[in-house]
């Protein structure tokens, strides 16, 4: 079942994706040193650099350091597709922010940066053996992007833009990148980011989500933070009621989509051993939009979106390497093609 509005070979086929631009340092560790950072183990929660820093160095191991944060990662799986893509955030003047935006210049996607003498943020990612990863955030620049440095020109050829959840603590950016987006004619896709972001904005979600978007996206701890539902099938079937298409992530257990009295059910993707579960849902989330920016059926896209979560839980980090793109094309039937690298200054 496809949604009608995408049509394949229509005139706007482009993601923008709007969020924090940060550095990931992914470090590997046990429950035990979770516990004692007081962040809720698979949460997430704000610290200034100093804590991050001395938590890196009681975990006394050497980090992983490459780009991140969610919709950076969506949209940079969306590049790797082959989809036109955008992504709209404000780093650094500093090496980290110059490494970000050439990262994403090198797979493809256009940059709309803006920049402060503030240091580039980042995010501490403490990943255990069951592949969960606990975040401490130090938002840096990107927290200071101002609803001025959002042109309505960003969105003018743009299908769906993505917004993600983190942002909802800057309140005036947020809705303000929604009204631009809605202006613009484009459908809205927002990403629940995490089920504490959730829990600590519910009313301000809730009145966002009934006002603007189109596309929701959570897993199953994210959705019953949503909706109060412990039940996954009454919670998708309440966010259901609130956006023209839903889907709830289950992890191993694959993911289902709502798309009015519909769910679909997708399978999860492979049998190999989880390396780490770092930006399976930002890949999920990329296989999927992209699908439905190509007009493929919602089952479709499912299953192009479970090969790309799986992917990426194959190694360290939120990238899948080329070998791995190669296998997903293969998987999904995706010829490798020029998609168009582009920087907009």
């Not at 940060?22 to 004692?36: G, H, M, P, R």
């Not at 090198?106 to 940066?113: E, N, P, S």
């Not at 402060?116 to 501490?124: C, I, N, Y």
């Amino acid at each position: 079942m496809p949604i009608d509005w995408f049509q394949p070979g229509g005139s706007r086929k482009r993601i923008v994706g709007i969020g924090s631009a940060l550095v990931d340092i992914l470090v590997q560790t046990d429950d035990a040193f979770v516990a004692q950072t007081g962040v809720p183990k698979g949460g997430m929660i704000y610290f200034d650099p100093p804590v991050i820093d001395q938590t890196l160095k009681d975990a006394g191991v050497d980090p992983q350091i490459v780009p991140g944060g969610a919709a950076c990662n969506t949209i940079t799986g969306v590049a790797r597709l082959g989809g036109k893509t955008r992504f709209l955030g404000k780093r650094g003047r500093d090496e980290f922010g110059r490494r970000f935006e050439a990262a994403l210049v090198r797979h493809g996607v256009a940059t709309l940066l803006a920049e402060s003498a503030t240091p580039t943020g980042r995010v501490l990612s403490l990943i255990t053996p069951d592949s969960q990863r606990t975040m401490l955030t130090y938002l840096g620049a990107s927290s200071e992007m101002r609803p001025d440095e959002v042109s309505p020109a960003a969105f003018e050829d743009c299908a769906v833009a993505l917004i993600e959840g983190y942002l909802v603590y800057n309140h005036d950016l947020f809705r303000h990148a929604m009204q631009s987006a809605h202006a613009a004619g484009a459908r809205i896709a927002l990403d629940l980011a995490s089920f504490t972001v959730v829990e600590e904005n519910h009313r301000a979600l809730t009145s966002i989500v009934d006002q603007y978007v189109d596309f929701l996206i959570a897993n199953e701890d994210e959705a019953r933070a949503f909706t109060g539902q412990q039940d996954e099938t009454a919670a998708l079937e309440m966010l259901t009621q609130q956006a023209e298409l839903a889907v709830v992530k289950l992890g191993a257990r694959g993911s289902r989509i709502g798309c009015g009295d519909q769910i679909i059910h997708i399978p999860a993707h492979g049998e190999g051993p989880v390396v780490d579960s770092t930006g399976a849902g930002d890949l999920w989330a990329a296989g999927f939009l992209y699908g439905l920016v190509e007009g493929l059926p919602l089952a479709q896209c499912g299953r192009l979106a479970s090969v790309c979560g799986y992917e990426v839980c194959r190694m360290v980090g939120a990238s899948i390497p080329d070998e791995g793109w190669q296998r997903v094309r293969a998987i999904a039937a995706i010829q490798p093609e020029d998609s168009g690298r582009e920087e907009i200054s």
